[in-house]
């Protein structure tokens, strides 16, 4: 005794790739729309950013002070240097939010 089989669909039922074959579905589509330049350059800018924001505070966290420096001065450093950190990463991110939303537009 064999299970279930699966019936097979009516012609009128299947879609236009099914009926046509192979020849609907492309292995690489050839109708897609390449990206525009400010987009590549968008996400570009983005996640240079963020890099840049991960660098800088990964050297805030990591300074200590020099024989002649005062705690304020390090405090002060650190701060600025947090400061940038933040600075770069919300740029960054809202430089790739803004490509999401454009790439969206852009498709529809």
């Known amino acids: 005794m064999s ?3 699966v ?3 009516a012609d009128w039922e299947r879609a236009d ?3 046509e074959g192979a020849r609907a579905r492309p292995g690489e589509p050839r109708d897609r729309t390449p990206v525009p330049g400010a987009l590549r350059a968008a ?3 983005g996640v240079l ?3 840049a924001a991960g660098i800088v505070l990964s050297v805030a966290a990591v300074l200590v ?3 002649e420096e ?3 001065h390090l ?3 650190v701060l600025l240097l947090s400061g940038v950190g933040i600075a770069l990463g919300v740029v960054g991110a809202v430089a790739l939010l803004l490509r999401l939303v454009a790439s969206a537009v852009v498709r529809s």
């Open 3 to 5: 299970g279930p089989t």
């Open 7 to 9: 019936q097979e669909p």
């Open 17 to 19: 790739w099914e009926r």
């Open 43 to 45: 996400t570009w800018i």
């Open 49 to 51: 950013l963020l890099v």
């Open 65 to 67: 002070a020099g024989d």
């Open 70 to 72: 005062s705690e304020a």
């Open 75 to 77: 405090l002060f450093r």
